[in-house]
């Protein structure tokens, strides 16, 4: 029996004489006449194999079974298989800067030849029990670019492996920015890093470094802008990515037009985005008292038109959250242990093994509680808010890790649909206009 879909929004697009139709759960979208809406509205008394019934079914507007089991079924699927193999790794936990909203784990050490030589050994393990497409590796710390030796090293190592293997390679690097120096941007040339995420907090020193405070006192923003100007490849996507708590939020618009600006004249592609500074367990209390809850960040968000998630595109629609929770997802701290999240990284208590004997197939000696738990997210049924939740199919229940920690965030999309819908009809109208034009 026909019926329609939870997820479907609508709304009258300002200054035409047309509505916006969106499924947050399929990412379907259409531009509808009155009469066409007035038909959607009446589709129930329509036979189901009229010409517009059939649309309505095929974007999932109209559904014949039932949504949740089948979004629940999708997410179980994904979570257990996938043809990727997501590795974080850690060369080091040690890191130059002393952010007080940092949630990792710093301490000294570097990952020694004997651990490199037992990630590869991991890797093969688990590329013989589950073939892969890809390895996909993520360059994460304390700082990564304190040890571009190994980075370098380990890199080839996996190079190779995926050579034997039949599988792609690619990388990405998280860093704090201070070591883009046109050496080690080489480098991550050499090794198949394709993205690298930077972050600045401020359009100034005095905005941005008593965020992203250098241990030794220098100015992080001057560096960093320093660095960004040299960096002079088309290789890998840059990142920006601004924390933005109550201080800085009003900052934002000025920084991205900023950086913008500098990598048009240095020409090398980049993204700048807002992202919610975060107060966790282990932040101070100044930083906590910062942070804006999610309904002052979408108000944010909104004022600067940004969108976490492109409308343009069905990729914001994914059926599981992150790589924690599939079985092909791994983080790695420099001493071999493993974690299903870089939040987890360096906290031994939550580590659910190490490279050097963890096999799946195979009883483990680790807790396999810190394993199990991240799954255990992937279909929070018992949170009746999210199961309500229109746009529940975006974020699928959103991080597992703060789910798991009981600090449980919600996308800014889930106060503003009408908003996002309305966005996404805007850069459809854009890029319908360009395809006529050529």
Known sequence: ???YSKYNHLIKIPDEDAYALMNFRTAAFARLTPLQKSMFEAALELDEHTRIVQKFLRGGFLVSYDEMRHMRTRAFLAAGSGRVLGLTICPTLACNFACPYCFEEQRTGRMSEETREAVVNFARR????????DISVTWFGGEPLLCPDIIEDLSQKLIKLAGEKGCGYHARLITNGWFITPEN?????????????????????????????????????????ENLEHLHTDRI???????????????FPVLKKKIKAMAEKAGFPVRVYPARMDGNE?????????????????????????IPYHPTSDSFINPIFCMAQNINGFAIDERGALYKCWEAVGRDAISFG???????????????????????????????????????P??????????LTGRRTCLPVRYDPDGFVLKRYSLWRQKNQMEKLL
Not at 237 to 251: E, F, G
Request: aromatic share 8%; with cysteine.
């Open 394 to 403: 975006i974020c699928k229940g959103g991080c597992p890790h703060k789910r």
């Open 354 to 392: 190490n490279v050097r004997d963890f096999d799946i197939l195979k009883e483990s000696g680790g807790d396999m509680n810190a394993w199990d738990a991240y799954f255990e997210t992937l279909f929070p049924e018992n949170d009746s808010e999210c199961m309500e939740c229109k746009v529940f």
């Open 237 to 251: 996507k840059v990142m920006i990515r601004c924390n933005v708590n109550k201080d800085n939020a009003a900052l």
């Open 1 to 3: 029996m026909l019926r």
């Open 185 to 225: 941007v080489s480098l991550l040339e050499r090794v198949n890093v394709i993205e690298m995420q930077i972050t600045l907090d401020g359009p100034t020193p005095e905005s941005n470094d008593p965020l992203r405070r250098e241990k030794h006192g220098g100015s992080s923003f001057l560096r960093i802008m």
């Open 282 to 306: 282990a932040s101070s209390g100044q930083t906590r008292d910062l942070t804006l809850n999610m309904d002052e960040f979408h108000h944010q968000v909104g004022a600067w038109e940004e």
């Open 126 to 133: 688990y590329l013989e029990h589950f073939p892969s497409t």
